[in-house]
């Protein structure tokens, strides 16, 4: 054979190349700080920002509804036998399906190939989810939550988790260890929320604790706290339906109040208590207890004012109907994950003179 004809493969190297991997690999870590969208699309980049991207893909990751949490969880399953094996750092997970949701709904899904989409137009894939978990998915989808929970145990730092109505949730025997900020978003229900922890549970990492729901009962606060030693910020919105929110804040604060429990050690590590009152839909006989609160938690202010007890009260809100609340709490998430301030923003701070009736005091009714 002559030279001219053997096919000559011309093999180019891009520039993306010759830069080193660890270089790379912090950029990334840099820029997969959303719901997983970023990650995904690097994927799609090249076979080589595929492999370098993979330990960080999925470092920071929104998942909506039944179907994307059992997605999630056979990924994480797969993870742990890998040579190479991905770090879930933040993890949002809301109950519906991503339906008429402001922020973009990440979907976990694998890019799909040209030959996968030439045959989705030819026979269409049902409808991606969209409705909410009903009740009789809830054993499934708490057992799919402890299944990934189990496998991020030893990475996950920031959790925010949008729990249904009448909804158990639990933890996974071994604690998440580097956990700094826990999120349990419940919304406006006539259903009790169910908090299950154990007093040999602990969460040696938490340092900051929101719960919001119309349905946490006090002794599941107390509980909490207990189990948080290194707790320095709590924020508690629209507990009290079921719940009366100025006796655990004087529980907490060891302040004179009637009929408050005194928890038997408080996290001496608290400084920061943010409190919103949150209004149902239709205000009714209930709105002037809900008052009241409010001007009992502003008297705690004035008699123990910053930086005394770091007791902060927010101007109230209104429950929203369920969509528009599982985005603020994806959005208050994506702040958090990103470096900004989140929910615990203190800008709607509400104070006494705002009220426009008089403050009572401790104790008087």
């Not at 920071?60 to 879930?88: C, E």
Request: proline letters at 8%; glycine letters at 4%.
């Amino acid at each position: 054979l002559k030279t001219k004809d053997i096919p000559v493969q011309i093999i180019t190297y891009s520039p993306v190349n010759y830069c080193p991997q660890e270089i790379w690999q912090h950029i990334f870590a840099l820029a997969c700080l959303d719901d997983g969208t970023t990650g995904r699309s690097l994927s799609l980049v090249s076979r080589y920002i595929r492999l370098v991207s993979h330990p960080l893909r999925y470092q920071s990751i929104a998942v909506h509804g039944l179907r994307q949490l059992i997605s999630l969880a056979s990924i994480l399953d797969a993870n742990m036998t890998t040579l190479q094996p991905f770090r879930v750092r933040h993890l949002f997970v809301a109950q519906d399906g991503g339906f008429q949701i402001r922020s973009s709904a990440a979907s976990i899904d694998r890019p799909r190939s040209i030959i996968r989409r030439v045959r989705d137009m030819i026979s269409p894939r049902p409808a991606p989810e969209t409705s909410f978990v009903s009740p009789r998915q809830y054993p499934n989808f708490r057992n799919t939550l402890l299944r990934v929970l189990a496998n991020v145990t030893e990475t996950l730092e920031t959790l925010t988790i949008s729990i249904p109505p009448g909804f158990e949730m639990s933890f996974p025997p071994s604690p998440l260890t580097l956990l700094r900020e826990l999120t349990l978003y419940g919304h406006w229900y006539k259903n009790s929320l169910f908090l299950m922890v154990g007093p040999d549970y602990v969460f040696p990492s938490l340092r900051r604790l929101h719960l919001a729901g119309s349905f946490f009962f006090e002794a599941q606060v107390y509980a909490t706290l207990q189990v948080s030693p290194l707790l320095t910020h709590l924020r508690l919105s629209g507990l009290e339906y079921s719940a009366s929110v100025a006796n655990i804040v004087a529980s907490i604060l060891r302040l004179p109040l009637e009929d408050h429990q005194v928890l038997p050690a408080p996290p001496v590590s608290l400084h920061k208590i943010l409190v919103q009152r949150r209004d149902p839909p239709s205000r009714g006989a209930m709105a002037l207890s809900h008052d009241l609160a409010i001007e009992t938690l502003l008297s705690i202010c004035s008699k123990h004012p910053e930086p005394d007890n770091g007791l902060v009260v927010l101007k109230y809100r209104e429950w929203n109907p369920v969509q528009v609340q599982v985005a603020e709490a994806k959005d208050f998430w994506l702040s958090r994950v990103e470096g900004g301030l989140g929910c615990w923003d203190e800008s709607e701070r509400w104070r006494a003179m705002e009220v426009g009736t008089g403050l009572f005091s401790i104790g008087d009714t």
